[in-house]
């Protein structure tokens, strides 16, 4: 089982800001800024409790 640490929740974190930014960033002018919010809001209510990490889609 491989360890947590608090440099892989940091970049876990930045990961997913990053992720969530480039999710966004497709949908500026299809959403409102209304819908955004929402949009961040389940993003990270989704990913919570998940650690992102740089790698191929799949890969374990």
Do not use: H, I, W
Not at 30 to 46: H, I, K, N, P, T
């Amino acid at each position: 089982m491989e360890t947590t640490t608090m440099e892989k929740v940091k970049e876990s974190n930045r990961l997913k800001e990053k992720a969530c930014n480039t999710c966004m960033g497709k949908l500026n002018g299809v959403l409102s800024d209304g819908e955004m919010q929402q949009f961040r809001e389940a993003f990270y209510a989704a990913s919570e409790g998940y650690l992102f990490r740089e790698g191929t889609p799949g890969q374990k």
